[in-house]
């Protein structure tokens, strides 16, 4: 599965930032002795804008034990100055609603399955769907 994460880089007067390094990170325990997880980076575009696209799997490095398929990701962002040496700032964690990319490509793959066709598939088929849309 994989995750898209688009934005804008503006300074206060709404005017467009070109060439800053944008850089996403799954946050990770305290005891972690190799730092958050990197997600992946991009470089702003003309317009301000960058995309970066990352998959499940980079939410946790080999050989760590406290990621679980049940973790909400968190999220956040490091923004660096024209050189990539020096970081101008750092979002909070993303509090949005976590939404998968949709990709055309995975149309054979799911969440969740539910088998049953009666009152309970019915009634448990709508609370996923409640959750999640």
Same mark, same amino acid.
């Given at each position: 599965?994989?995750?898209?994460?688009?934005? %804008?880089?503006?300074?206060?007067?709404?005017?467009?930032?070109?060439?800053?390094? +944008?850089?996403?990170?799954?946050? =990770?325990? @305290?005891?972690?002795?190799?730092?958050?997880?990197?997600?992946? #980076?991009?470089?702003?575009? =003309?317009? &301000?804008?960058?995309?970066? $696209?990352?998959?499940?799997? =980079?939410?946790?490095? @080999? *050989?760590?034990?406290?990621?679980?398929?049940?973790? =909400?990701?968190?999220?956040?962002?490091?923004?660096? /100055?024209?050189?990539? $040496? $020096?970081?101008?700032?750092? $979002?909070?964690?993303?509090?949005?609603?976590? %939404?998968?990319?949709?990709?055309? /490509? !995975? +149309?054979? !793959?799911?969440?969740?399955?539910?088998?049953?066709? &009666?009152?309970? *598939?019915?009634?448990? #088929?709508?609370?996923?769907?409640?959750?999640?849309?």
């Amino acid at each position: 599965m994989s995750f898209e994460l688009k934005g %804008t880089l503006t300074d206060s007067a709404g005017n467009s930032l070109s060439n800053y390094i +944008i850089k996403a990170f799954d946050k =990770d325990p @305290p005891i972690d002795l190799f730092g958050d997880d990197p997600l992946g #980076s991009a470089v702003t575009l =003309d317009d &301000g804008s960058f995309k970066i $696209t990352f998959s499940k799997e =980079d939410f946790k490095r @080999p *050989g760590e034990f406290w990621e679980s398929v049940m973790n =909400d990701p968190q999220i956040y962002l490091k923004i660096y /100055d024209l050189d990539g $040496t $020096t970081i101008i700032y750092e $979002t909070g964690i993303i509090t949005d609603p976590f %939404t998968p990319y949709i990709d055309p /490509d !995975q +149309i054979n !793959q799911c969440e969740a399955v539910v088998i049953g066709s &009666g009152f309970g *598939g019915t009634i448990f #088929s709508l609370s996923l769907v409640n959750k999640f849309v």
